[in-house]
C-alpha cells in the first residue's frame, strides 16, 4: 500500500480559490471570524483542487489520508470531498497515546506503519525539519497556493518510486 497524506486546509482553502468567488471569500471571512465552527462546514473546499489532488493520486497508485486529527478520513467521506476507495483505510493503534503524540507527522508515521505503508506527505505540515531524513517523500508546495500543476506533477512522478 502507498498512501499520500495531504494537509487538507492549504491544499483545498488556495487563495486563489478564496477569492474567487464572492460567496466564497465572504464565507471564509465569516469563518475567521468564528474559528470554531470546522472550516469544512463554511465553505465548500475547492473542487478543482479535490479533482487534481484525486486524479495525481490515482496516476500514481497512492490512496489518499488527511494530515492531522482535524479534517478527519469520515468527516471527508461524510462531506463527499472523497470517496471511501480513494482514501486509505484507518488503522487502530496498538499503542497508547503520549502526551506528545498529536503531532501530526508522528501520527502520519504510526498510522503508515501499522498499515505497512509506503507513504508520502504533501501540504503545509508545520514541521518540514521532521521530514528532512524523508526528503524523497515529502513534496514541497508553496503555502496558499493549492494543488499546482507543479505539485501535481511531483505526485504523478511518484509512480515510477515503487
Known amino acids: 500500500m502507498r498512501i499520500l497524506y495531504f494537509d487538507t486546509r492549504s491544499l483545498l482553502y488556495s487563495h486563489q480559490y478564496i477569492h474567487s468567488d464572492e460567496s466564497v471569500h465572504a464565507a471564509f471571512e465569516e469563518w475567521v471570524k468564528n474559528p470554531s465552527t470546522m472550516l469544512l462546514k463554511m465553505v465548500k473546499p475547492d473542487p478543482k483542487g479535490i479533482n487534481r489532488l484525486r486524479s495525481a493520486a490515482l496516476e500514481a497508485g497512492l490512496l489518499l489520508y488527511p494530515l492531522g486529527s482535524y479534517y478527519t478520513r469520515e468527516l471527508l467521506i461524510e462531506n463527499g470531498v472523497f ?18 503524540d498529536s503531532d501530526p507527522v508522528r501520527q502520519l508515521i504510526a498510522h503508515a506503519h501499522r498499515l505497512n505503508a509506503k507513504w508520502y506527505v504533501c501540504g503545509d505540515t508545520g514541521s518540514k525539519e521532521l521530514f528532512q531524513p524523508y526528503p524523497e517523500r515529502y513534496l514541497s508546495s508553496r503555502f496558499g497556493e493549492g494543488v499546482t500543476r507543479e505539485l501535481v506533477a511531483k505526485i504523478i512522478k511518484l509512480k515510477s518510486a515503487h
Open 83 to 100: 470517496g471511501e476507495d480513494e482514501l486509505a483505510p484507518e488503522a487502530e493503534s496498538s499503542f497508547r497515546m503520549r502526551m506528545d
